[in-house]
């Protein structure tokens, strides 16, 4: 009884010693997976690609009224490959473009703050990023300040 309780022992010690799981990413980020965040205060997309091609669409769940400041920061780092193109598109609704970002350089850094009135700009309702073989880090932020 001894001899079978040792080589169940001596078993499950190298079967539990050759698993092994996939490496701790270095960055922080999992290639080729975006991390998003769609609050009522903030939008995040993060990403980190590797020759990544992807259309992604979301619906923006911010709550922003009038003379609320929308703040945009885009941080393009890493960039690199000769036929990449990276866009994101903010809709306004369903039929109407908001604004167009096309990224095709490494280094790219954008702050933007627009306050949101009636007459001048108004509420955005979804976002699409497009990229074709985007190599690099990307994040984009969408946040809401009060007035």
Same mark, same amino acid.
């Given at each position: 009884?001894?001899?079978?309780?040792?080589?169940?022992?001596?078993? =499950? +010690?190298?079967?539990?010693?050759?698993?092994? =799981? $996939?490496?701790? $990413?270095?960055?922080?980020?999992? %290639?080729?997976? $975006?991390?998003?965040? &769609?609050?009522?205060?903030? #939008?995040?997309?993060?990403?980190?690609?590797?020759?990544?091609? #992807?259309?992604?669409?979301?619906?923006? &769940?911010?709550?922003? %009224?009038?003379?609320?400041?929308?703040?945009?920061?885009?941080?393009?780092?890493?960039?690199?490959?000769?036929?990449?193109?990276?866009?994101?598109?903010? &809709?306004?609704?369903?039929?109407?473009?908001?604004?167009?970002?096309?990224?095709?350089?490494? &280094?790219? #850094?954008?702050?933007?703050?627009?306050?949101?009135?009636?007459?001048?700009?108004?509420?955005?309702?979804?976002?699409? +990023?497009?990229?074709?073989?985007?190599? =690099?880090?990307?994040? #984009?932020?969408?946040?809401?300040? =009060? $007035?």
């Amino acid at each position: 009884m001894n001899r079978i309780g040792n080589l169940l022992c001596i078993t =499950g +010690f190298l079967v539990g010693w050759n698993c092994v =799981g $996939p490496p701790d $990413p270095e960055h922080g980020l999992v %290639e080729n997976f $975006p991390v998003v965040i &769609n609050t009522a205060n903030t #939008f995040s997309f993060i990403l980190r690609g590797e020759d990544y091609s #992807f259309e992604e669409d979301y619906a923006l &769940n911010l709550n922003v %009224e009038t003379l609320d400041t929308l703040l945009t920061t885009i941080v393009v780092s890493d960039f690199s490959g000769n036929d990449t193109t990276l866009i994101i598109q903010i &809709n306004q609704d369903s039929s109407s473009i908001l604004e167009t970002y096309s990224i095709s350089s490494n &280094n790219f #850094f954008l702050i933007k703050d627009t306050v949101i009135d009636t007459v001048y700009s108004s509420l955005s309702d979804s976002i699409f +990023f497009t990229g074709n073989k985007f190599t =690099g880090v990307l994040e #984009f932020i969408l946040s809401k300040i =009060g $007035p």
